[in-house]
């Protein structure tokens, strides 16, 4: 390890850890109990003051007056309700044909078919909908001599809310010595929707059912608020003494009064009882739990004045690094503030065994932070980290040893049993060795130099194109214009062309313009 950036003198500790038990009590749980005082004795629940009673149900308990009356608030009740848009259709007038009958037209008294039968045509003519036998109803006072004058009345009552789209009169009635009309009136522009809002006057209008039909609730501009299509109104209902006597009235409805504890009273459940303050009593058990001591074990440093950083060599050879990642960890002590040190740095460099003569093992360097596997597809095994390419001269004999059944794509697997070794079987040398999960494919000579990785030299030997290729650009574009003063500079910059500009960036015209990256995963 390289230590950069840091004065001479640095003490270097390698951290490890002790495991130890130890015996302490651990909560496993908790109850809920009654608290107590300090005497014994259970204390109960006291209200603040405004907490609503409850009764048997759980239902907050209405207030009632000597006579058991409900009690009302003097506040409204307050609703929200949601609507739609009234639909643009409006009629534009009302238009009657000439009476049928001059003389009933002029006649002062009262003739009820007459006018049902004109004001019913006038309507239907001017494309008024029907159909309002449970609709609501309007009693309109007519003070005309002549039924003409008693008709236009009636029309004209019609026409001053455009809002509406049907109307029907049912009857002309006389009542203490005056006669009206009872005129049904409904919006059926829009079907199942019980909210309309009328953008150009502002008017909302909200339909409600009771047993014997429906009747409408009104609220002008100022009489809600609006949020969207949502409205807050004041909530309003029939009056039922006006229905029994012939009349859609509606009243505002009152909240109503709910009985509420004083302060310092006892509050009580449904039954009538305190209700007792409970509180969350923790449980303990005893058990051994693993403890882990961190040690500090001084490494020996020295350091190199002329390239001015701090060496520190690591034995990793009783490391088992085939079976699962190995970490070491290290800390450096330095005197004065680290904020001192903001240049600080390490770098690792490992020595490797002197391979044989002719192998063609070749290690693979993992160069960027956080490379721990050979694969960079999520270990499917797809797509791996080419190391090195290049030909293998000699003749290669696939044997039974290979486990037919790790056949995919032209890619064999060597078989993991004691007789297997690569490339061509047992053959009786102790030096042949077998390598778990090592995967290779074959490819016919012809295929490869169809591909171009495979080109044929004046001499009749092979050599490696692209691998070539690669090589003389990385020269040409990083290692000839630039100089690099460590080893580190050239590594990091090495990482940074290799797998950041050359493999995502840079396109090549071998690719048809794509970059490394590009041509592997389009496929």
Not at 197 to 210: A, P, Q, S
Not at 313 to 332: L, P, Q
Not at 449 to 472: C, H, I, Q, V
Request: glycine share 8%; proline share 3%; aromatic share 12%.
């Amino acid at each position: 390890m390289f230590l950069s950036g840091l004065p001479e003198g640095v003490t270097v500790y390698e951290v490890t850890e002790k495991e130890g038990t130890k015996t302490e009590q651990v909560a496993t749980g908790s109850n809920r109990v009654e608290k107590r005082d300090s005497e014994g004795n259970i204390i109960y629940q006291t209200a603040k003051g405004g907490e609503y009673k409850l009764d048997g149900d759980g239902n907050k308990m209405v207030k009632k007056d000597s006579q058991g009356n409900i009690v009302y608030s003097d506040k409204p009740f307050m609703e929200t309700v949601t609507a739609v848009n009234r639909l643009n259709g409006y009629v534009s007038a009302i238009e009657r044909e000439a009476p049928s009958d001059m003389a009933l037209e002029e006649s002062g008294a009262v003739n009820q078919d007459y006018i049902l039968q004109e004001v019913s045509s006038a309507l239907l003519s001017s494309r008024y909908k029907g159909g309002l036998t449970d609709g609501p109803w309007s009693l309109l006072k007519l003070s005309g001599q002549t039924n003409g004058e008693r008709i236009e009345e009636i029309l004209q009552h019609c026409a001053s809310d455009s809002f509406w789209d049907a109307y029907e009169v049912d009857e002309i009635v006389q009542r203490s010595g005056s006669w009206y009309a009872k005129i049904r009136y409904g919006y059926k522009g829009i079907v199942n929707r019980n909210g309309i809002y009328d953008k150009g006057t502002g008017r909302l209008v909200i339909r409600r059912e009771y047993e014997n039909g429906y009747y409408y609730v009104v609220y002008e501009a100022a009489q809600y608020e609006r949020d969207g299509y949502r409205f807050t109104v004041e909530k309003k209902e029939l009056d039922r003494e006006a229905l029994e006597a012939g009349e859609i009235r509606l009243k505002t409805v009152y909240s109503p009064v709910y009985e509420t504890y004083g302060v310092g009273e006892f509050i009580l459940d449904s039954q009538g009882q305190k209700v007792p303050v409970m509180e969350t009593v923790p449980q303990y058990t005893t058990q051994e739990t693993l403890t882990y001591e961190e040690v500090l074990t001084p490494v020996k440093v020295s350091f190199d004045r002329d390239r001015k950083y701090s060496l520190v060599h690591v034995d990793t050879s009783g490391e088992n690094f085939g079976i699962e990642n190995s970490r070491k960890t290290f800390r450096v002590v330095a005197d004065g503030e680290i904020s001192r040190y903001r240049e600080a740095a390490v770098n690792v460099s490992t020595r490797k065994e002197v391979l044989d003569e002719g192998s063609y093992v070749k290690y693979a360097v993992l160069l960027y932070p956080g490379q721990y596997q050979i694969y960079e597809d999520s270990d499917t095994r797809e797509r791996p980290i080419i190391v090195l390419e290049r030909v293998i001269k000699q003749a290669i004999k696939v044997t039974k040893d290979i486990a037919l059944d790790s056949y995919e794509h032209n890619t064999y697997e060597i078989h993991r049993d004691p007789f297997t070794v690569l490339f061509g079987g047992y053959n009786g040398k102790q030096e042949t060795k077998t390598l778990p999960g090592f995967y290779f494919k074959l490819y016919l000579r012809s295929d490869l130099e169809k591909t171009g990785k495979l080109k044929e030299k004046e001499d009749g030997s092979y050599d490696n194109a692209p691998m070539e290729r690669f090589y003389n650009t990385l020269k040409k574009e990083l290692i000839y214009p630039n100089h690099f003063y460590t080893e580190s500079e050239l590594d990091e910059a090495l990482s940074r062309y290799v797998f950041v500009w050359y493999n995502h960036i840079r396109p090549h015209s071998y690719n048809g313009g794509q970059t490394p990256f590009e041509a592997r995963t389009a496929g």
